[in-house]
């Protein structure tokens, strides 16, 4: 019950897109904003949407330990469940904790051959096969876009979905419903960008690539860090 | 007893089994002259197998495993703690960690960092006490210093810096140069006693200097007066390069290195001067207590013999002299004749003998000042407790205490064992909080409970090894527990008249599953009772029958006799007979409402889920991984750290048992675990069904 009120609330079809998942099957999706605006918080709130439905997300942190990550979906899951009233919010938060996998690697330790290594580990022995993956605090930059083309290569074959931040730098500041600069040389890779932008006193979820409907803004509240329409 | 603090030293030796802490506490206490004697590790057969040291202790008949020895060396007071065998996590444990300011990790130069060391050095992490490494058997054959200087850098992360450099090594060892004075130390007498300093051999110049400057290299990070020197090409002192490093080490920052031989007599002084240079004294380190006029907030203690007294009981032992309690005084001066409290109990208790121990003998002190070491006679408390001066209100360990998640029964093998078994089992209470024993009415059987199969395991074995006392233990079982998922309805009367007083009482209301708001407003969440009856349909005379009826039920859950938590009661209708009721029927009333409307409340079984971190090697990580999932594990992340990786999860206890042992067999014993209680969770259906059977095994079988 809780479960199905807190689909509803967490949802991210008011953007305009079909389903929660916005993008397709093997399909990449991108978040980019300035240190510390919410790309992590966008991203759990993403994967939490994500885990409700019974879909298994892998949470792949190169910034912070598993600890931390976890501290982030306790946090924002409360504040969702919160918003959703009375209910057993442990009962669910419990129900739901086995469709999530962190890992976190030290940012010079990752590459996409260890990766695929830890993921053919979980999947041959099935613990876990992740639908959705994120990856949160990879570098952006031209030498990588071999990764980048791999994993959506193994994201086709899998049919996963991939969602990436992006650290946006304020030196690299480009022109409204522009990509910002560290993700042009991709671009034609992603299916979806959004772009967290500060306005004021709230932080507008603007989207750069894909549908791009402005019937319905969205931000993200400062204070709970969760998304609201206006 | 001096009172300088900066002069005490609480350090404590951690090693691996087999690379010398004994010998090398018994050198110490030699050259502190605190024995006379130096006896051989070796066994008598002279073959060279290396005698138990708890054996060995008993032959020689010196204490040098007692809580806390005393010794002097260079005008430093220095207190030897000992550091508990065993690696698991338990309260005596933390215990021992926490009253130690510093710590000496000792190495083997043969065996290196070997898997024990990992865990060692981890418990000093999570406690974060600074350390000196010491590699000890440089005289053997296959010594490896520089190896294990590496090994300290690339398994353990430690920033190693060498403070020595050996002259000779395996049969040819015969000294070290100190590279901060460029001097040789060679030792001479009978027992090495004597240290003879001499110009470092000519032959080794050039590889000291090239260590020296790797040494004032790190060193310069913690000092801007060593870097400027260095930058002007200043002459350094031994004082820059000493402070410098003594600031890296408190911050665990630097590890300084020095070697040895304990057992051929050779660097155990300057490894002493290295303790008393190098590591904190009591007010470097920041010691805090919690306040409880203040909602537990973290107080700052302050080694400050003005202030009112806060002290620790660390360690109770029952030694020749009778109980002593070992404790650590972290504020005020604990003097002889002063009225102290004891902050779990709120006793008052009155300072009689208070002693200091000298490996084998024992000397009578006036008081014990703040960052001090001391013991109590006949003081009757709980290792772990607080004491106080009358007029504050702290203390030094959390007020809560886990409710244990596992048990086991225990039988004493004859008579004898019985008796020491019960002394052991009194004493174990006592010191640790989350262990505890008593005997199970129905069965008649000793039941030890605690926090895991470890826990239970240690304290057995510490019955046979300290008490002698030889039990037997049955099947490890998991404290399972009851609780509802619905709200259900009970209207229950209880009417008796056959003969004599009749007994008569309804009760009605309703029970239901605890809410997490209710559960945040409570502080004992496991039942609450609420009256709701208005115009008193029950007197209010009989209301705490009622709930006395119902906590009666708590103790044994109707589904499968575990015990209920979760619940809340509410009666809101009843009914009373002016002549026949009392409150014995009122208390039957509600155990038969309670049975009633818990039967329809869908009650589950839940099951004590343990929060499990493995770390292993990289290599094995997959293979950890797919342990934890065979054993209903929710693996919560995976956390790369270049050459090891942590594997955090969440499993059933009563999947865990002998875990340890298929670990270790898929790591090639590399990986280590710690398991701690974490929350109860629902067990699944299949689950369930298999432990009804169970239950209903046992039951028959006792009957």
């Known amino acids: 019950m809780l479960n199905k009120k807190l689909i509803t609330l967490n949802s991210f079809k008011v953007m305009g897109y079909e389903s929660d998942d916005i993008i397709p099957e093997g399909g990449l999706g991108a978040v980019s904003a300035h240190a510390g605006v919410g790309k992590t918080a966008f991203m759990v709130q993403l994967a939490i949407n994500a885990m409700l439905r019974g879909k298994k997300v892998l949470h792949v942190s190169l910034h912070d330990p598993v600890n931390k990550v976890n501290l982030w979906y306790r946090e924002l899951f409360s504040n969702i469940a919160g918003q959703a009233g009375k209910g057993n919010i442990n009962e669910t938060w419990e129900a739901i904790l086995p469709n999530r996998f962190i890992m976190t690697f030290k940012v010079e330790g990752f590459n996409l051959p260890k990766l695929k290594e830890r993921l053919t580990d979980l999947i041959v022995q099935n613990i876990f096969s992740p639908e959705v993956i994120i990856i949160d605090g990879i570098k952006f930059d031209e030498s990588e876009r071999d990764t980048i083309i791999n994993l959506k290569a193994m994201a086709k074959k899998h049919d996963q979905r991939l969602w990436f931040t992006v650290h946006a730098h304020h030196h690299e500041d480009s022109a409204a419903h522009e990509m910002p600069v560290a993700l042009l040389p991709f671009a034609d890779l992603f299916d979806v960008v959004f772009q967290l932008h500060p306005e004021g006193g709230e932080i507008y979820i603007k989207p750069l690539k894909g549908k791009i409907s402005d019937s319905q803004r969205l931000f993200l509240d400062p204070a709970t860090m969760l998304i609201k329409g206006n | ?703």
């Open chain 2, 1 to 703: 007893m001096q009172n300088n603090m900066e002069k005490v030293r609480n350090i404590g030796i951690s090693a691996h089994i087999d690379s010398g802490k004994t010998t090398l506490t018994e050198r110490i206490l030699f050259y502190t002259k605190r024995i006379h004697t130096i006896h051989d590790v070796k066994g008598k057969d002279g073959v060279g197998a290396t005698m138990d040291s708890m054996e060995l202790e008993k032959e020689r008949g010196i204490t040098i495993a007692s809580a806390a020895t005393f010794c002097e060396w260079s005008g430093h007071e220095i207190n030897i703690i000992d550091t508990p065998g065993h690696v698991d996590f338990t309260i005596e444990v933390e215990r021992s960690l926490r009253v130690l300011d510093g710590a000496i990790l000792v190495l083997c130069s043969v065996g290196g960092v070997q898997s024990q060391s990992i865990t060692v050095d981890q418990q000093m992490k999570r406690y974060k006490v600074p350390c000196l490494a010491f590699i000890n058997k440089c005289d053997r054959s296959g010594a490896n210093p520089e190896r294990v200087v590496s090994q300290l850098r690339s398994k353990l992360g430690h920033n190693a810096v060498a403070l020595q450099m050996p002259i000779g090594l395996e049969g040819s060892f015969t000294g070290v140069i100190d590279l901060v004075s460029m001097k040789a130390f060679y030792f001479d007498g009978e027992n090495g006693e004597k240290v003879r300093i001499e110009e470092a051999p000519a032959d080794l110049l050039s590889e000291a200097r090239l260590k020296r400057e790797e040494l004032i290299d790190m060193a310069s990070l913690f000092s801007d007066e060593l870097t400027e020197a260095v930058l002007a090409e200043e002459a350094i002192t031994e004082d820059m390069i000493f402070d410098a490093i003594r600031k890296g080490t408190l911050e665990r920052k630097i590890t300084p290195v020095l070697l040895g031989s304990a057992y051929k007599n050779k660097g155990v002084q300057p490894l002493l001067d290295a303790v008393n240079r190098l590591l904190p004294c009591p007010s470097d380190v920041e010691n805090t207590a919690l306040d409880r006029d203040n909602n537990g907030l973290p107080v700052v203690l302050v080694s400050d013999t003005e202030k009112p007294i806060v002290a620790l009981a660390f360690k109770l032992e029952d030694g020749q002299y009778g109980q002593l309690t070992y404790i650590r005084v972290y504020q005020g001066v604990l003097a002889k004749g002063s009225t102290i409290v004891n902050a779990r109990t709120g006793k008052k208790v009155k300072v009689g003998r208070l002693v200091r121990m000298h490996a084998d003998q024992m000397e009578e002190i006036e008081a014990i000042p703040a960052g001090y070491i001391g013991a109590l006679f006949g003081i009757e408390c709980a290792s772990g407790d607080t004491f106080l001066s009358p007029e504050i209100n702290v203390t030094m360990t959390a007020m809560f205490v886990p409710k244990p998640v596992i048990s086991l029964a225990i039988a004493p093998k004859d008579n004898d064992s019985e008796i020491k078994m019960a002394k052991a089992l009194n004493r174990f209470t006592k010191e640790d909080p989350t262990f505890r024993s008593f005997v199970d009415g129905e069965t008649s059987e000793t039941i030890i409970e605690g926090m895991g199969e470890l826990h239970l395991e240690v304290y057995v074995e510490r019955m046979r090894r300290e008490y002698s006392a030889e039990v037997t233990t049955g099947n490890p079982r998991v404290a399972y527990r009851e609780t509802i998922t619905q709200r259900a309805e009970f209207n229950y009367t209880h009417k008796k008249q056959t003969g004599g007083a009749g007994q008569f009482g309804r009760v009605a209301g309703y029970v239901e599953p605890i809410s997490d708001a209710d559960a945040d407003a409570e502080a004992d969440a496991d039942f609450i009772f609420e009256n709701k009856i208005r115009g008193g349909s029950i007197p209010t005379q009989f209301i705490p029958a009622c709930e006395k009826g119902f906590k009666q039920c708590l103790a044994k859950g109707p589904k499968l006799e575990f015990p209920v938590t979760g619940i809340k009661v509410v009666i809101n209708d009843g009914a009373f007979h002016a002549v026949d009721s009392s409150d014995m029927a009122f208390q039957a009333a509600a155990r038969g409402a309670f049975r009633e409307g818990y039967m329809k409340a869908k009650p589950v079984i839940q099951e004590p889920i343990m929060k499990v971190v493995v770390e292993t090697p990289t290599e094995f990580q997959g293979a950890v991984m797919g342990l934890l999932n065979q054993r209903r594990g929710i693996i919560l992340g995976a956390q790369d750290e270049g050459a090891m990786t942590v594997v955090e999860a969440q499993a059933p206890l009563a999947e865990m048992f002998g875990f340890s042992t298929v670990l270790r067999s898929c790591t090639q014993g590399k990986a280590q675990f710690t398991m701690e209680f974490d929350h109860y969770k629902v067990v699944p259906q299949s689950i369930a069904e298999k432990i009804a059977e169970e239950a209903a095994f046992r039951k028959k079988g006792s009957a």
